[in-house]
């Protein structure tokens, strides 16, 4: 691997925060261990690192060793798309009337799959999530302002958090897209939107629909805001062992995620809703469909 492909590796399971701070201390990343969700480097290892080497007197510019959370926030994230993004949303829950569907996945195969195949948990999600749009049209819709029109594409936004602020990059045409397709391009679109690369209006434009993803911050469950004019957005939570009965009765462990869908109570009912997530949730717990062309 090239020291510029080590190096992107490298970033890519750093938090922006931390990675904003490493930069300011001039910290090798290379030398850390993360303890974050699966060992992604987050801003108290480099806080550890920055004592560790007797950097404690040596302070960026405007950060203090103790942050508080608004401060936090306020570093590097751009004024210009916050403001945005927050305008949006505000409209967004003002006009649309939303209700959250929650279900339970046992994501066993997947975890076990993912390996074995060099995917991640969430291209699982999109791949999923990418078919279950194909047989439940009416999900990939949009608000004309009088009725719900169906899409022929799916192109699912894939909400990612930079030192920027939050970007919707857009996997375009989902549906013509096998796992491991979906897992390269999706990959692409995130590096280049977390690492300042550049990138064509295409990569932000056409989305049908909305994959959000916190289950790396140890979010169980949560419901997002839908994006106008899409009529549902996905959430995803982190996967946790919990006590589930076999198929014998008998009580095991089984690492369970947990997907609530916030849907446009104009565009789709509360059946519309159940059904569209128990057709993901059958797909992620056989994933082996998913591996076929």
């Not at 969430?122 to 819709?141: G, I, Q, S």
């Not at 169980?220 to 839908?226: K, R, V």
């Not at 916030?262 to 159940?274: C, E, F, P, T, Y």
């Amino acid at each position: 691997m090239t020291q510029s492909g080590k190096s992107k590796n490298i970033r890519s399971r750093v938090s922006p925060a931390a990675l904003k701070l490493a930069a300011e201390l001039g910290i090798d990343l290379n030398s850390l261990r993360g303890s974050g969700s699966q060992g992604k480097i987050v801003l108290a290892d480099i806080e550890q690192a920055q004592s560790m080497s007797g950097l404690e007197n040596k302070q960026p510019t405007g950060y203090c060793q103790k942050v508080s959370l608004p401060n936090l926030l306020e570093r590097g994230k751009s004024v210009k798309i916050r403001r945005l993004l927050a305008l949006k949303m505000e409209k967004a829950w003002q006009t649309i009337p939303h209700f959250y569907v929650t279900i339970s996945v046992d994501m066993t195969d997947v975890v076990r799959l993912r390996h074995d195949h060099n995917v991640t948990i969430n291209d699982f999600v999109l791949a999923a999530t990418a078919r279950a749009l194909v047989e439940h049209p009416w999900v990939n819709a949009t608000w004309n302002g009088e009725q719900g029109i169906e899409l022929a594409d799916i192109n699912i936004a894939i909400a990612t958090a930079t030192d920027r602020g939050l970007y919707y990059p857009v996997l375009q045409q989902c549906e013509q897209l096998t796992l491991q397709q979906i897992s390269k391009k999706a990959h692409e679109l995130t590096e280049k939107t977390m690492f300042h690369e550049e990138q064509q209006r295409e990569d932000f434009s056409g989305a049908t629909f909305t994959i959000t993803n916190m289950g790396m911050l140890g979010v169980e469950s949560f419901g997002a805001i839908i994006t106008p004019p899409q009529a549902a957005v996905l959430s995803v939570g982190t996967i946790k062992g919990e006590v589930v009965v076999d198929n014998q009765g008998d009580p095991a462990v089984a690492p369970i995620m947990r997907l609530t869908l916030s849907a446009d109570h104009r565009v789709l009912d509360g059946v519309d809703v159940a059904e569209f997530l128990g057709t993901i949730k059958c797909y992620l717990e056989a994933p082996v469909v998913l591996l076929q062309p």
